[in-house]
């Protein structure tokens, strides 16, 4: 099993980056697939979470109005849309896979399997 994020780079406060997510040797039927995020001297924290099966999504309140998750089963695929980036936005950014009931929405890191390498998003202001 393999997950790569990427669309990482430097941008503007104000600007947008769409992150992805490309998983191989690791099925779409029903899986949850969630984004998070590790500044510098933080503990990583979940972003967004998306359950393959439905389409079903999940925020945490820090990004909600400002993240947009998404899916292309057929693809294998998860997006991050990110908009009106700011500052506090600049961090490594990592996808995550796993399957099973607990992780249905979940934004603990603990409860991840499968992880990506990571993505940087800098935010200048």
């Known amino acids: 099993v393999q997950l790569q994020a990427s669309g990482g780079g430097l941008v503007q406060a104000g600007g947008s980056l769409r992150l992805s997510c490309a998983a191989s040797?690791?099925?779409?039927?029903?899986?949850?697939i969630t984004w998070f995020r590790q500044a510098p001297g933080k503990e990583r924290e979940g972003i967004s979470c998306?359950?393959?099966?439905?389409?079903?999504?999940y925020y945490a309140d820090s990004v909600k109005g400002r993240f947009t998750i998404s899916s292309d089963n057929a693809g294998n695929m998860v997006y991050l849309q990110i908009d009106n980036l700011q500052p506090e936005d600049t961090a490594v950014y990592y996808c995550?896979?796993?399957?099973?009931?607990?992780?249905?929405?979940?934004?603990?890191?603990?409860?991840?399997?499968?992880w990506g390498q990571g993505t940087q998003v800098t935010v200048s202001a």
């Open positions: 995550a896979g796993g399957w099973g009931p607990t992780l249905q929405g979940s934004l603990i890191p603990g409860q991840y399997l499968y």
């Open positions: 040797g690791f099925t779409f039927d029903d899986r949850a």
């Open positions: 998306i359950m393959t099966r439905d389409g079903s999504t």
